[in-house]
């Protein structure tokens, strides 16, 4: 049997599409209308917003900690967050985890290097962008990236927090993205991080001045990869 995905959930946008393409895709690998088992846990999105907003680190790790023990107590094998930001409390979470996690930045890191990307832009919430998440982890494959500068951050993590969380899609937040990677592609990239995994509901490699780098899919991808492992 493959290994059980746990889904410690953050936004609902983001993990739904991630859920998504686990089912979706499954049957690639596993045959007609098959995937894994998967199981999800999901607090209150205000929680980690509020835990956000006043820089909480070890309070988003606790948050992420009790999806993780609820998960387990699910059967899961493994863990996975379809959620960047909060990437940045594993180092609180990873030594009190019950299960072993996928990194979301590393998937995408792994699909650039083989795609033979060398420098990319990185897009997400202002927390993300402002921390070292996507640069410590790209910077250990040799990949250079580039980020927004800090209006742009701000703008791109309004459209986020304000609109595409809840599901709102608009032409003007599509035509903002494309104004930001058309820059970055200035600046030398050859790729775009769709670093928020709300982004991809709006941008994708058909409307994007640059090719796109889909965390919310490539992690997905990786959680199913390893659910055929454990098969074996």
């Not at 596993?30 to 680190?57: F, K, N, Q």
């Not at 070292?132 to 040799?142: A, D, I, M």
Request: proline share 6%; glycine share 10%; charged share 20%.
């Amino acid at each position: 049997m493959p290994g059980h995905i746990g889904i410690v959930a953050c936004s609902a946008e983001g993990a739904a599409l991630c859920y998504r393409t686990i089912c979706m895709e499954g049957s690639r690998l596993l045959g007609a209308h098959a995937h894994p088992e998967i199981s999800m846990h999901t607090p209150s999105l205000a929680e980690y917003v509020r835990c956000l907003d006043r820089g909480d680190w070890e309070a988003v790790g606790e948050l992420m900690l009790t999806s993780a023990r609820k998960l387990a107590g699910m059967g899961a094998d493994f863990l996975i967050c379809p959620d960047n930001t909060i990437h940045q409390a594993l180092p609180y979470v990873l030594p009190r985890s019950p299960l072993p996690w996928l990194h979301i930045a590393e998937a995408v890191a792994d699909s650039a290097v083989q795609r033979g990307f060398t420098r990319l832009g990185v897009t997400g919430t202002r927390w993300l962008v402002d921390s070292e998440v996507y640069p410590e982890k790209l910077g250990v494959r040799g990949l250079g990236f580039v980020r927004p500068d800090h209006a742009k951050r701000d703008e791109i993590n309004r459209i986020i927090m304000d609109e595409l969380v809840g599901g709102i899609a608009t032409p003007e937040a599509l035509a903002y993205f494309q104004q930001v990677i058309e820059r970055m592609k200035g600046q030398g990239c050859d790729a775009v991080v769709l670093g928020c995994t709300e982004i991809p509901l709006i941008v994708n490699d058909a409307n994007s001045p640059l090719p796109t780098l889909d965390s919310t899919r490539l992690l997905a991808r990786a959680a199913l990869r390893r659910a055929v492992q454990g098969a074996h």
